[in-house]
């Protein structure tokens, strides 16, 4: 839970805890998180003539970052995810193990446990369901 504000007058957006420059955030459901509403507020977010950026976490977008483009990223990310996620349930994962041995080939065995939760919260958006390892 927290707030995004637009200043009109010089077409910044704080978004806090919406964006991370440069990485991602963590949505978990453990913690309070909802994948879909996340994303929601993304595309709500893009909607917005801003110029500048100023996320919760790593550097404004008036220090050379394009705020827009890392919005747009961290969607597209979360889509891919998503997109990765329904592949391997098609193909037949049945379990968490499973499903980021498939979709979460890009990040670090170390790093699973925080990938868990990011998992949890993209099924529950999904409305899927399996067994958790």
């Not at 309070?32 to 977010?45: E, H, N, Q, T």
Request: aromatic letters at 6%; proline letters at 4%; one cysteine or more.
């Amino acid at each position: 839970g927290h707030l995004c504000f637009f200043e009109e007058t010089t077409h910044t957006l704080l978004c806090g805890d919406m964006a991370a420059c440069p990485g991602f955030i963590l949505i978990s459901r453990d913690h309070g998180g909802d994948m879909a509403a996340y994303m929601a507020i993304l595309v709500r977010l893009l909607a917005l003539p801003f110029k500048f950026m100023v996320p919760g976490h790593g550097l404004p977008s008036f220090s050379g970052i394009d705020g827009r483009a890392v919005l747009e990223a961290t969607l597209e990310h979360r889509r891919d995810r998503e997109r990765a996620l329904g592949a391997a349930l098609e193909a037949g994962a049945d379990s968490e193990d499973a499903l980021l041995e498939a979709a979460y080939t890009d990040v670090e065995r170390s790093a699973w446990p925080l990938a868990r939760l990011q998992l949890r919260a993209h099924l529950h958006a999904l409305g899927r369901n399996v067994t958790s390892s």
